[in-house]
């Protein structure tokens, strides 16, 4: 993986290691072989000590990376709320940190807690208008709830600044244009179609949660250089 690629030289920067950052480095690693073989509970096992270590993780981006993949091991086992648990606590500790909200609101999604959702989605966007995933991911629910005007206004902002991001990998800028797309296409067949909204965004969960099994659907690791 991409991101224990660069994490070397994000955590020790002129090949200075201790304790903690051998220690962590370690964990992350195992939790990567765990997930790369769906060992899921093991997976989560070392990323909850990795967090241990918190203080010493200096780079926001590794800890949102790590995050990310704790988000995966309940995400692939429909433990949605767990997920939810884990993050609501975590938001309780560290309350301006959009993360939390944002892999929350990914939870709630799963979970079909659609409000709830697009309530946190908005906290994240309130802390970044910007934000892609925040955007990609209120859209989305935006098509859940039959809100096709609304969807097309954050997929259209998310896809604006796709065009713009830079210093990201082209797989995941790849990976997230495309979902983006893709709920733009859905929410313009749903938008039009004769059949009542609330027949056919009944199906979408499915479709998404289908998406989110592939690799059409863009992992929030990928921001921290996966």
């Known amino acids: 993986?991409?991101?224990?690629?660069?994490?070397?030289?994000?955590?020790?920067?002129?090949?200075?290691?201790?304790?903690?950052?051998?220690?962590?480095?370690?964990?992350?690693?195992?939790?990567?072989?765990?997930?790369?073989?769906?060992?899921?509970?093991?997976?989560?096992?070392?990323?909850?000590?990795?967090?241990?270590?918190?203080?010493?993780?200096?780079?926001?981006?590794?800890?949102?990376?790590?995050?990310?993949?704790?988000?995966?091991?309940w995400e692939r086992t429909d433990q949605y709320g767990e997920g939810i648990e884990f993050f609501s606590e975590y938001i309780s500790k560290y309350p301006d940190e959009g993360i939390g909200y944002k892999l929350r609101a990914d939870s709630l999604w799963y979970s079909g807690e659609l409000q709830r959702a697009i309530d946190d989605y908005s906290h994240v966007l309130g802390l970044d208008p910007n934000d892609i995933l925040a955007l990609s991911g209120r859209g989305q629910v935006f098509i859940e709830c039959g809100e096709f005007s609304r969807a097309l206004q954050d997929l259209d902002c998310a896809l604006a600044g796709l065009e713009q991001i830079q210093n990201v990998p082209t797989d995941w800028k790849t990976s997230a244009k495309a979902?983006?797309?893709?709920?733009?296409?859905h929410t313009r067949v749903l938008g039009s179609s004769t059949v009542p909204a609330s027949i056919l965004t009944n199906r979408w969960p499915s479709v998404r949660k289908t998406l989110g099994r592939t690799s059409t659907k863009p992992r929030l690791t990928k921001n921290a250089g996966t």
């Open 1 to 73: 993986m991409n991101f224990l690629k660069a994490l070397k030289s994000r955590l020790w920067p002129n090949n200075s290691r201790d304790k903690q950052q051998i220690a962590v480095m370690h964990l992350i690693g195992t939790a990567g072989s765990y997930l790369q073989t769906e060992n899921y509970s093991e997976a989560r096992h070392c990323l909850l000590r990795v967090l241990e270590y918190r203080d010493a993780i200096r780079d926001p981006q590794i800890l949102v990376g790590i995050l990310g993949w704790l988000f995966r091991t």
């Open 179 to 185: 979902y983006v797309l893709n709920g733009k296409a």
